[in-house]
């Protein structure tokens, strides 16, 4: 019985998929699609989340796709859509009654609506704008007017301001007697009689205040207004940075023309985190899952292409040594893992050099030190393996010169890959070429010509 009770109080252990859709469910659901079921499946749906039922129409083919938007069409929201993958939007838009978009676009904060438009064909665009009130449409219109991945496009119009002259009591009552607050908000921003912002006025500071308490004289003390052409990515790295819940969005003449509230900064750093791996991997930042097969083929195609050229170079300077690998058969067989130790250091260097440049740690200032340390860490390993290495040669083909030239070769292409992948990602970025997607060709073409030069000229100098 003891046993027993020791049992049930053992907490079973996190799984890895615990937000992950329930096959169980999506099978239900699937089936009450295809017995045009449209009670159960309602009923089926309500629990999901918005973010959840995006991901079910991503991962389910396009044939249920059509059919669960035809039986569900009426329940779908601005939430669903605004969760949705970009490549998928536009076809779900389209697979939508004008009655129902017009209901799922009223319910959504402008920058919620620009992310969902701007991205879309004109008359679907038209569309969904003609289905808002006048000054939702015209401040969404406004927006799309700033250049795409700007603060301007990034912002939501609706802010919630206040005279610097204000006091806790004041702001309560214009909050509560308001009819169109915004739906999520962190702060009241206070502006001067120019509608230039001053301060920021947590609404966690208003609670607990006095109602005599002037709001300027509880502004936070972290305070950033962003310009409205900013780069989104600058944006958020300004909230990483400085921690920000909210900031506002000033115009040319630091006038207050909207807010970014955290969620939309964050959304933003995640997906220029997930474009740095995916070009790092030379695989175009906007690729999806639900990207079809002509698609992905031409976004991945350029970059193969790159890395056959760089690989035929490579390969030149091999035929350089074809007489000293036809003697020395053991070269052939020892060549790869010279060029795989030095591609696989120079990623290393290359993936944090271009996460540093990303985050801005790595700047002149610091530049020279990193350099010194990869190079230093270059030469470490290299000598760590290079005496394994050297021990390899000597049991395996019973040649000492043969284990000297591969511990030789083996410190020089790891030094020269550690110092390959930090210069050559600064080097793209001062040239105005992104590191991330520019990087792994150039690192993988110097390790390789450098590895296989350096193994096979010693090679030719002490063996032959």
Do not use: C
């Not at 329940?75 to 389209?94: H, N, Q, Y």
């Not at 927006?143 to 610097?164: D, H, K, T």
């Not at 930090?422 to 992104?434: F, N, S, T, Y």
């Amino acid at each position: 019985m003891a046993e027993d009770l020791e049992a049930d109080t053992t907490e079973a252990p996190e799984r890895d998929d615990a937000y992950a859709l329930d096959r169980k469910a999506v099978s239900a659901i699937l089936y009450a699609v295809d017995v045009e079921d449209r009670a159960q499946l309602t009923e089926l749906m309500e629990p999901l989340h918005a973010a959840d039922i995006a991901d079910l129409l991503e991962q389910i083919n396009a044939f249920d796709r059509g059919r669960l938007i035809r039986l569900y069409d009426k329940e779908i929201d601005g939430e669903i859509l605004s969760e949705l993958d970009e490549a998928l939007r536009e076809e779900v838009i389209a697979a939508l009654t004008p009655q129902t978009l017009a209901e799922a676009v009223r319910e959504l904060d402008t920058d919620d609506v620009v992310d969902l438009v701007e991205d879309l064909e004109t008359a679907q665009q038209d569309a969904i704008l003609d289905a808002l009130e006048a000054g939702d449409a015209a401040a969404v219109r406004q927006s799309l007017a700033y250049p795409e991945f700007s603060a301007g496009r990034l912002m939501q119009r609706e802010v919630v301001m206040a005279p610097e002259y204000w006091s806790v009591g004041d702001a309560i009552d214009y909050m509560r007697s308001s009819e169109h607050l915004p739906e999520q908000f962190y702060h009241v921003i206070l502006v001067d009689p120019k509608l230039r912002p001053v301060g920021n006025v947590t609404l966690g500071k208003i609670m607990s205040s006095r109602r005599d308490v002037l709001l300027k004289s509880i502004v936070e003390d972290t305070f950033h207004t962003i310009p409205v052409t900013r780069d989104e990515g600058e944006v958020a790295y300004a909230f990483n940075q400085y921690h920000l819940i909210s900031a506002p969005v000033v115009d040319d003449n630091e006038r207050l023309v909207g807010v970014i509230t955290i969620d939309d900064a964050m959304a933003v750093l995640d997906e220029e985190n997930e474009e740095d791996i995916l070009r790092l991997a030379g695989v175009d930042g906007e690729s999806r899952l639900s990207d079809k097969v002509i698609e992905t083929t031409k976004r991945r195609f350029p970059w193969l292409a790159v890395n056959l050229l760089t690989a035929v170079m490579a390969s030149l300077v091999i035929s350089q040594f074809e007489e000293a690998i036809t003697q020395v058969v053991a070269l052939a067989v020892l060549m790869p893992i010279v060029a795989s130790m030095g591609g696989n250091a120079g990623t290393q260097s290359l993936t944090v050099a271009v996460r540093a440049l990303a985050t801005k740690d790595l700047t002149g200032s610091n530049i020279w030190r990193v350099i010194r340390r990869e190079v230093a860490v270059g030469l470490i390993n290299g000598i760590a393996f290079a005496v394994i290495m050297g021990i390899v040669g000597i049991v395996w083909f019973g040649s000492l010169q043969l284990g000297g030239v591969i511990a030789v070769a083996m410190v020089v292409n790891l030094v020269v890959a550690g110092l390959a992948g930090i210069a050559i990602p600064v080097i793209l970025e001062k040239a105005g070429v992104d590191p991330a997607l520019a990087s792994g060709a150039f690192v993988t073409t110097v390790t390789d010509v450098v590895g296989f030069f350096a193994f096979l000229g010693l090679a030719v100098l002490v063996l032959l």
